[in-house]
């Protein structure tokens, strides 16, 4: 994997800008953003499931899933969530202001794997990000992947992200895509119940799907205990974990859980790997 993005001194961000932000809900925006330097843009390359960490002069950093697709390089987008300080600095900025990126980072979704076969994405919130990646690398690869199925829970429609790739794999032939909320509100039509509900509505092949799992711990914990009802072999189900992380690279060990690193041996797992793990 070229280096490009990354310096000598691996704690020193490059100098990156944000070029657009698009409105997602009222807690989430996405940032479009590139870095200052020309060649570092053109050389940066990552893979769906890796995350960046995100800086912002005097505020301090965060780790951030890339929520694009290396399919399409001239886009980096980051989709983040108004969470505390850092966050809510970010969500305070517009087109050209100055930000730092270091990475890519993190053990990645393994896409070769998942040619093939019929693939289950279930997201909660913001936990889409990651999957997103995963979702358009799989589309942009066309015959290679497929069929997917899609299943989004949000807590109401108004905090529903990603509407514009929610829309366009309704869309998409090869998909399946729900969307269900948590609580309704004037003028919401769909699906109404916690993202689990929507297993109802759709088949799976327990001897060849994949499944793919981001969003809240609660979310998740539910979701790989339905998962496991239908039958889905652990090996097959992966999900992302999080975890507070400094250093993003498996130095501080701020983000150790169980004798893992989130930062470095994550945060993409799968249900096998996290078997024995005590506080999951
Ligand atoms: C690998 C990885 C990828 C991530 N990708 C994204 C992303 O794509 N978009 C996005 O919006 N966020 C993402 N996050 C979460 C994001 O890094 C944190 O929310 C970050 O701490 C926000 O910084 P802040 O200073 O704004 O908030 P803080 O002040 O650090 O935290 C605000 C609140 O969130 C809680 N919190 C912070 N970090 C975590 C965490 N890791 N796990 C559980 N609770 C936490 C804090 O306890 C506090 O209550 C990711 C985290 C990881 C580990």
């Known amino acids: 994997m070229p280096d490009s993005a990354k310096n000598d001194n691996i704690y020193q961000p490059r100098p990156a800008r944000i070029d657009r932000v698009i409105r997602e809900s009222s807690q989430i925006k996405t940032f479009v953003v590139r870095f200052a330097e020309p060649a570092v843009q053109e050389a940066f390359t990552y893979r769906p499931g890796q995350f960046l960490m995100v800086s912002v002069p005097g505020c301090g950093e965060a780790p951030i899933s890339i929520a694009s697709s290396p399919t399409r390089p001239e886009e980096i987008h980051l989709a983040?969530?108004?969470a505390g300080q850092l966050t809510a600095a970010l969500h305070l900025l517009g087109p050209g202001a100055a930000i730092g990126l270091r990475g890519p980072y993190g053990r990645p979704f393994p896409v070769e794997d998942l040619a093939g076969r019929p693939l289950l994405f279930v997201a909660g919130?913001?936990?889409l990000a990651?999957?997103?990646?995963?979702?358009l690398y799989t589309l942009?690869?066309?015959k290679a992947y497929g069929p997917r199925t899609i299943l989004y829970g949000s807590r109401l429609p108004s905090d529903i992200a990603f509407r514009q790739d929610l829309a366009a794999w309704q869309e998409d032939a090869a998909t399946t895509c729900l969307v269900t909320v948590d609580?309704?509100?004037a003028g919401w039509d769909g699906p109404v119940g916690v993202v689990t509900t929507l297993f109802d509505r759709i088949?799976?092949?327990p001897e060849a799907t994949v499944a793919l799992v981001c969003g809240p711990p609660l979310m998740i914990r539910f979701v790989l205990a339905e998962l496991a009802r239908r039958g889905l072999p652990a090996e097959r189900i992966y999900t992302t974990l999080e975890r507070h992380m400094k250093c993003g690279v498996g130095v501080c060990r701020h983000c150790h859980l169980d004798g893992r690193l989130v930062c470095a041996d994550g945060p993409v797992f799968s249900l096998a790997e996290l078997a024995d793990l005590t506080t999951f």
């Open 203 to 205: 088949s799976i092949d």
């Open 183 to 185: 609580q309704a509100e």
């Open 80 to 82: 983040i969530r108004r």
């Open 130 to 135: 990651p999957l997103r990646s995963v979702i």
């Open 140 to 142: 942009d690869q066309g």
């Open 125 to 127: 919130g913001i936990g």
